[in-house]
């Protein structure tokens, strides 16, 4: 699984898993500050959310354009130094004035533009080392390794979050609505990390930054070269071809974000409003331990080595780690022995704990598939994306038979009705399985497919249909209300599935580039 990658696939992941912590640690707690802090209604909230994630994955267009002038590494550190001053900004609380508003949308344009600097001219690096023929055949393992990275810092992050904020309340005596910037301030920390890693681990990946770089001549005089490569120039007939598949793409996956990101906003919401606030013991009151999390991830990767391993030391040294991992849990069954209070951000652990845990299997999967000459070109795997996503919204739609509006269910006190936390938990793998067949394999096709010249320009192109979709998200805060949640949640099915339709139609023409 993890053999024959280059070795700049590991640096960059990892420096992109402490990036991504802080991120989806801000994340996990940001539509319930908005409405605490600042007493927004869900509608409000929900614009302010969406549009900042509007402009995280709208502005990696502009970042992409710059590092194809200026280099894809440069983009990348100026991104994180503003990034930081957003977050920052982000830590302090100022209370729920206007200026606290004002502060707050500076500090979220600010995160916005370092992360559009950051993300798409990362993951171009990442493309950029599969551009060697030694590694080409590597490239969709190597992203979905490199996506199972990213979903490993975001694991931790709803825990990160909630303990902090508690922390800040009971031992440092916060309000709760002050309590939330101390989760905010994690991403500070992270971000120092992720510099760390970059330039620590900078050896193996510089040749993809792109730009210029300094180089020592023949004769020891110091010059200018291209860090990359040249690559072969496409006739522009065969660029038109190749934008206009990847644009396609794009038109298809704002479809797929407007409706998994509603994790953050409508399902959050189902957590804190329709779901119970209690988890059973027993098995599922461990199921919101992110220890426990862990240790079944590391049973599956353990397991894999097992049967993997070429030699019976590296098997045996696995079989330990299995059993090892087993008993941790059979421990912690034993002291499962209560009912545990959960907050509506938890449930947020579960996509990237499902991310990193089916990854080995959705790699298994499509390697055998290959071997066989039967693997699904990457837009098919797309389509099959959207589908598995309205299915996830199905599922939500059943669990939410027989359940009051959200404003009635609000005014309804004693009388109001919830629902087994394992509906959001089951809907969060459902929806799992969809991001791991469109996420990974659409930014690889991108990096693959996009015009050598327009790489950065292409890559961001992927980011700004992801922003157009994250804009579209505020469509469930307004529809949460009066509506029954049968039409919300049969409103993420429909455009699901018109997405899926329309791919399967273009299918001829995205393969063609492939």
Known sequence: MFEGQPKGLYALALANTGERFGYYTMLAVFALFLRAN???????AGEIYSDFLMLVYFLPVVGGMAADRWGYGKMVTIGIIIMFLGYLLLSFPFGGDMFALVVMLLALVLISLGTGLFKGNLQVMVGNLYDDPKYASKRDAGFSLFYMAINLGALFAPTAAVMIKEWAEKSLGYSSNDAYHFSFAVACASLVLSIAIYY????????TEGGKVKVKSE????????????????????????????????????????????????????????????????????????????????????AFSVFQSKTSRAKGISAVVVLAALGFLGWQYTRATEDIAISAPIFQQFNPFYVVALTPFSMLIFSTLAAKGKEPSAPRKIAYGMLVAAAAFLLMMVASQGLLTPNAQKAAGDAATFVSPYWLISTYLILTFGELLLSPMGISFVSKVAPPKYKGLMMGGWFVATAIGNKLVGVGGYLWGDISLTVVWGVFIAVCVVAALFMFAMMKRLEKVC
């Open 38 to 44: 600042f007493g927004l209604d869900p509608a409000w």
């Open 200 to 207: 620590a681990t900078r050896s193996t990946f510089r040749h």
């Open 219 to 302: 004769e020891n005089e110091t010059a200018e070269a291209e860090a990359a490569p040249a690559v072969q120039e496409l006739s522009k007939e065969e660029t038109k071809q190749r934008i206009v598949a990847l644009c396609l793409v794009f038109a298809v996956v704002i479809f797929f974000w407007m409706a998994f990101h509603q994790n953050g906003l409508s399902l959050t919401y189902f957590a804190d409003e329709f779901t119970a606030s209690t988890a059973v013991a027993g098995v599922q009151s461990m199921m919101f331990d992110v220890l426990n999390l862990v240790a079944v991830i590391v049973i599956v990767y353990a």
